[in-house]
């Protein structure tokens, strides 16, 4: 079974934009709000970063999924 990602958006009220993004491990997180920052105009003010950011990526291979999935 495959984790849910979630990304949490807060728009603050001088305009200020503010994501958390949950579920995603390492630096594949910057990938999952590159899409919104540039919609955004591209103007990141500050970065913080989770635990998840420090823990190590998992790519699952075929064999893993089917394990997972019970075949």
Known sequence: MSEIQEIDVF?????????????????????????????LGNQVVERTHTGEYDEAEQELTRDDHLRQQGG
Do not use: M, Q, Y
């Open 11 to 39: 728009i603050n009220p001088d305009g200020t934009v503010r994501f958390e993004v949950r579920g995603v491990k390492g630096a594949k997180c910057l990938d999952v709000t590159k899409r919104l920052e540039e919609l």
